[in-house]
């Protein structure tokens, strides 16, 4: 019987000082030759307050924690994610993020928030974590 893990290997931090860059999540072990894990998705809190400051996530996997590359999608050929509706500054935006399935593939996976529109500062944090059922 799978067990559910909610909002596990949580990162936290600010997004001081970050433009046209991004920060990441914690990986996740999704297995070596078994699948451990299934529904995975990110919980992501954003607390933005620098205006026309614009958040998006992202999925990488990797097999060896190290190298780690984008996952796309099929249908459309470009990177999961869409910007976090944030409309003006000191704004908290909290939202689940489902992995796509190409990320089952793979040994790990983490969630990453490309940072843009304006730089950010100190008061802009972010908090990611994961929910997930483990076989």
């Known amino acids: 019987m799978a067990r559910l893990r909610h ?4 990162v936290t931090g600010t997004l001081n000082g970050v433009s046209n860059a991004s920060v990441t999540g914690n990986s996740v072990f999704l ?3 078994n ?9 992501l809190i954003v607390t933005a307050a620098t ?11 990797s097999n060896d924690n190290s190298t780690w590359i984008e996952a796309f ?3 459309l050929n470009s990177p999961i ?4 509706p ?15 399935q190409v990320v089952y593939s793979y040994r790990y996976t983490r969630c990453l928030l490309a940072v843009g529109g304006a730089t950010g500062a100190a008061g ?9 059922r483990m076989h």
């Not at 699948?35 to 919980?43: E, G, N, P, R, V």
């Not at 205006?51 to 996997?61: A, F, G, M, N, R």
């Not at 994610?81 to 976090?84: D, E, F, Q, Y």
């Open 124 to 132: 802009d944090l972010f908090s990611a974590g994961y929910s997930y």
């Open 86 to 100: 944030i409309a003006t500054g000191a704004e908290n935006v909290t939202c689940a993020v489902q992995a796509p």
């Open 31 to 33: 297995g070596t030759n």
């Open 35 to 43: 699948q451990k894990i299934s529904d995975l998705s990110a919980h």
């Open 73 to 75: 999608q099929n249908e």
């Open 7 to 10: 909002n596990t290997n949580i």
């Open 81 to 84: 994610g869409s910007v976090l």
């Open 51 to 61: 205006s026309s400051l614009t958040v998006k996530p992202y999925w990488q996997v």
